[in-house]
T-cell receptor, first 112, second 114 residues
């Protein structure tokens, strides 16, 4: 039941764009996106709630299609600081403190 | 302030040792979590505390014993661990509301079991 992310890994040159996809086999209530740099804790990027709303800040945005049980993270004009592993986390219900299941991860490397 | 602190940063222990990991947050969050993360893998949920009560145990072996002494503190007591328990142990906290709570992670404790 772990969400599947694609691609598994991607290498970009600085300034290029990337899309990371997260697909779940079960109905979703919310999708959470995190970035984790090597040896560090996951850092929260954004949360998307049921309703198909697209969110974003700066050059990172995301969409959530609850009918398809999918979310996508859009990185535009990538910077070196975007390098890391991106995880989506999904919640399937509205219960309090319910379980967040992390996806398989996408390793992103931005080069000069 | 979205800081979750964890101590120690690194821990090496033998299979017969007893040790504890500590996690602290002062954001007023009422849900706290323990995750285990192996290299190049996503975090895996171990335990969830909601309002200081254990609400989720993901069938974790009894050699891991969580404790939530108050709403700001979360401990993970370790006893008779196995080498395969070596991993990064992450603590997280969140508001506890159904609208989709954001989990904030601490820096983790990197555990090596010899």
């Amino acid at each position: 039941q772990q969400p599947v992310q694609s691609p598994q890994a991607v290498i970009l040159r600085e300034g290029e764009d990337a899309v990371i996809n997260c697909s779940s086999s079960k109905a979703l209530y919310s999708v959470h996106w995190y970035r984790q740099k090597h040896g560090e804790a996951p850092v929260f990027l954004m949360i998307l709630l049921k309703g198909g709303e697209q969110k974003g800040h700066d050059k990172i945005s995301a969409s959530f299609n609850e009918k398809k049980q999918q979310s996508s993270l859009y990185l535009t004009a990538s910077q070196l600081s975007y390098s890391g592993t991106y995880f989506c986390g999904t919640r399937g219900d509205t219960g309090t403190a319910s379980k967040l299941t992390f996806g398989t991860g996408t390793r992103l490397q931005v080069t000069l | 302030d979205t800081e979750v602190t964890q101590t120690p940063k690194h821990l090496v222990m033998g299979m017969t040792n007893k040790k504890s990991l500590k996690c602290e947050q002062h954001m007023g969050h009422r849900a706290m979590y323990w995750y285990k993360q192996k290299a190049k893998k996503p975090p895996e949920l171990m335990f969830v505390y909601s309002y200081e009560k254990l609400s989720i145990n993901e069938s974790v072996p009894s050699r891991f014993s969580p404790e939530c002494p108050n709403s700001s503190l979360l401990n993970l007591h370790l006893h008779a661990l196995q080498p395969e328990d070596s991993a990064l142990y992450l603590c997280a906290s969140s508001q506890d509301r159904p609208s989709g709570e954001t989990q904030y992670f601490g820096p983790g404790t990197r555990l090596l079991v010899l």
